[in-house]
RNA sequence: GCCGGGGUAGCUCAGUGGUAGAGCAGCGCAUUCGUAAUGCGCGGGCCAGGAGUUCAAAUCUCCUCCCCGGCUCCA
């Protein structure tokens, strides 16, 4: 089945679970109940929300459904019968009242009618295998200020092998949750009591994180960008020209009072700092383009209920970067960008991308001049880069359109990391200007970028994609030396000044404890690789070698696995028994 | 922030009104071991916090904080 059959197939499903609640529960009013991406879902107003009992009825309820396999039959109404078959459906008529044409259709399974566009499966019985997987809540419409329903997810295959995969893969999923799992093997934490969504990077996260810090610095060095470190807070004149008290004050912490009066805020984002530091002196357009680049830590005060492990935090490190241009230079910067981009992410094995790119918005700030020539220079720069995108009509933000990449990790699942957006009100309201060729003032453009996000998303990111299981050049203990007994300290000492001396991150396993144990607790701490010592190898003056998850690669002599490690930390992907 | 479900040892969890429990982890002792758990012993809790009901509260009620599943929002 491709798609939209898959589509139609859950459309369905989310009727029958729709039918099923109505015979159990008639009391119920129908919101909506499309098919989404994967599977599909209900929405229903009901005084008492579902319990996991009632969804074992319903469960029951919609075997029988099938089981009785109604023909599933499309019929059309005019308005006005439509209103009198859905007079006790209050959020139906609601949607009715949207609908412009004259007559509307509906699907009839059984004793169940729904007002419905579909199309749909032609009989109940058609859908196989199924299974409803939570109950949550949502707005009537998404909005907060209307009710709120009762949302039951499900999902549903013809086969049962593709149910039990889906299955599995969601119980994959939750094993490598990076808020579990991260935790598990030491490399961060959360402390709740002390500040939610504030994250302590502890010191196997911390040496993750100096890796992909020296790393990213490194790229843009070398892709003629400038680093720059600017304040975490600065007076709150700042942030009043910046326009954030106006339009962000309810995401910012409050601001600090010194001296009596005056205020200082903390910053939720870096660009107004590098502003400063751009208005510091009267620029030239042979300077630019100027490329500046920051992780610059911010703090945004978040909603509690928004918070979710590292993926959404109160206090975070943007991988920040502005470019100060003409507008005539944006599509060569652009393509620099993407360019960079495609290599960061490549390097940490996300090789699968989705690409966005965001129209101007219904309202938007800058001439439609320059809006038309930023999105041309956008799309110019997709197309010479050769990237499949997807536009998303008006969703740019108010001060300019953006490009959107989201990357798919190894369970295919999408992510939000980069975001490239043209800017044209900070120049305009900070006043930038550089001297051009005929010594005129002119305004310049800033594009903003993050390629990471941020390094606490992208972290969050990076676990579930490894499953914590680290390529060498990022694993924070590369190389655990086990040394049989006491008796082989001496030897195991030896190995590990060698390979210290080599910047290997290394340490030895000096417990009392049994090979076995030792080997258990270095696999669960997801060491990359594991140097046993022993009688044999002292005398050969060897090392046996086991590789996580992969179990003994053999015997090698000291200088031999330096330089396959070497290697492998080179390519900074994994290397296996074929590419040693 | 909203709706629902939760919070008991470092972790996973049992305990529904009457003296706080288990496994793992930790510590100590013994064991000196060849590819995923050696044995014995010991410590460890303001039962998220506060208020109330009761002779008596981990357990019942209320408030607050935090977590989880979603909604909304976003890096």
């Known amino acids: 089945?491709?798609?939209?059959?898959?589509?139609?197939?859950?459309?369905?499903?989310?009727?029958?679970?729709?039918?099923?609640?109505?015979?159990?529960?008639?009391?119920?009013?129908?919101?909506?109940?499309?098919?989404?991406?994967?599977?599909?879902?209900?929405?229903?107003?009901?005084?008492?929300?579902?319990?996991?009992?009632?969804?074992?009825?319903?469960?029951?309820?919609?075997?029988?459904?099938?089981?009785?396999?109604?023909?599933?039959?499309?019929?059309?109404?005019?308005?006005?019968?439509?209103?009198?078959?859905?007079?006790?459906?209050?959020?139906?008529?609601?949607?009715?009242?949207?609908?412009?044409?004259?007559?509307?259709?509906?699907?009839?399974?059984?004793?169940?009618?729904?007002?419905?566009?579909?199309?749909?499966?032609?009989?109940?019985g058609k859908i196989k295998f199924f299974k409803l997987l939570s109950i949550s809540s949502s707005y009537w419409k998404g909005n907060e200020k209307n009710p709120s329903m009762q949302r039951i997810y499900g999902i549903s295959f013809p086969e049962k092998k593709d149910l039990n995969e889906y299955l599995q893969r969601i119980e994959e999923a939750k094993s490598r949750d990076h808020r579990i799992l991260g935790p598990k093997i030491g490399l961060f934490s959360l402390q709740q009591e002390f500040g939610p969504g504030l994250v302590f990077w502890h010191p196997k996260g911390a040496i993750i994180r100096k890796i992909i810090e020296d790393f990213w610095k490194d790229i843009h060095l070398e892709n003629g960008y400038q680093l720059l470190y600017t304040p975490h807070i600065a007076n709150i004149?700042?942030?009043?020209?910046?326009g954030h008290i106006e339009f962000y004050k309810e995401n910012m912490y409050p601001p600090i009072e010194i001296d009596e009066k005056i205020l200082y805020q903390l910053k939720p984002m870096n660009c107004p700092f590098h502003i400063l530091i751009y208005q510091d002196t009267v620029r030239s357009y042979r300077e630019l383009p100027l490329r500046w680049a920051e992780l610059g830590t911010v703090y945004r005060l978040e909603k509690i209920g928004v918070l979710h492990g590292l993926l959404r935090v109160r206090g975070f490190t943007q991988d920040d970067a502005h470019i100060f241009c003409r507008v005539e230079q944006i599509e060569e910067e652009i393509m620099k960008i993407l360019q960079l981009v495609l290599f960061f992410l490549k390097s940490f094995g996300f090789d699968k991308y989705e690409v966005f790119l965001s129209t101007r918005p219904d309202k938007f700030v800058g001439s439609i001049e320059n809006w038309e020539k930023a999105t041309n220079a956008l799309?110019?720069?997709?197309?010479?880069?050769?990237?499949?995108?997807?536009?998303?009509?008006?969703?740019?933000?108010?001060?300019?359109?953006?490009?959107?990449?989201?990357?798919?990790?190894?369970?295919?699942?999408?992510?939000?990391?980069t975001t490239i957006q043209v800017d044209f009100n900070i120049p305009e309201r900070f006043n930038l200007r550089f001297v051009n060729e005929k010594n005129e003032f002119e305004q310049p453009i800033m594009i903003h970028r993050a390629i990471m996000g941020s390094l606490e998303r992208f972290f969050g990111i990076l676990i579930e994609h490894y499953n914590g299981n680290f390529p060498l050049w990022l694993a924070p203990v590369q190389i655990k030396i086990l040394p049989i007994s006491e008796t082989f300290f001496e030897y195991g000492e030896k190995i590990l000044k060698i390979l210290q001396k080599e910047k290997f991150r290394v340490r030895m396993d000096t417990s009392q404890e049994k090979l076995n144990k030792k080997i258990k607790i270095a696999e669960e701490e997801k060491i990359s690789y594991i140097f046993i010592v022993g009688e044999k190898e002292e005398k050969e003056n060897t090392i046996?070698?086991?590789?996580?998850?992969?179990?003994?690669?053999?015997?090698?002599?000291?200088?031999?696995?330096?330089?396959?490690?070497?290697?492998?930390?080179?390519?900074?992907?994994?290397?296996?028994?074929?590419?040693?």
């Open 1 to 124: 089945m491709n798609k939209d059959e898959m589509k139609i197939y859950w459309h369905t499903s989310s009727h029958i679970l729709a039918q099923a609640v109505k015979r159990l529960y008639p009391e119920t009013k129908l919101g909506i109940g499309p098919a989404i991406e994967e599977g599909f879902y209900y929405d229903f107003y009901r005084e008492i929300p579902f319990t996991p009992q009632d969804i074992e009825k319903i469960t029951t309820e919609m075997e029988k459904i099938i089981k009785e396999n109604f023909p599933v039959e499309k019929i059309e109404y005019d308005k006005q019968n439509a209103e009198e078959i859905l007079k006790d459906e209050k959020f139906k008529l609601e949607i009715l009242k949207e609908i412009p044409d004259e007559k509307v259709s509906f699907y009839r399974q059984g004793e169940f009618i729904d007002l419905c566009k579909g199309p749909h499966l032609s009989y109940t």
């Open 237 to 242: 004149k700042l942030w009043e020209m910046s």
């Open 379 to 417: 799309t110019q720069a997709l197309k010479k880069k050769d990237f499949q995108y997807q536009i998303d009509p008006g969703e740019g933000v108010f001060y300019g359109p953006k490009i959107d990449i989201k990357v798919r990790d190894c369970l295919n699942r999408l992510w939000q990391c």
């Open 544 to 580: 046996a070698v086991r590789k996580h998850g992969k179990g003994m690669l053999g015997t090698f002599t000291i200088e031999d696995i330096i330089n396959i490690l070497k290697k492998e930390i080179n390519t900074r992907v994994y290397l296996d028994e074929n590419n040693l």
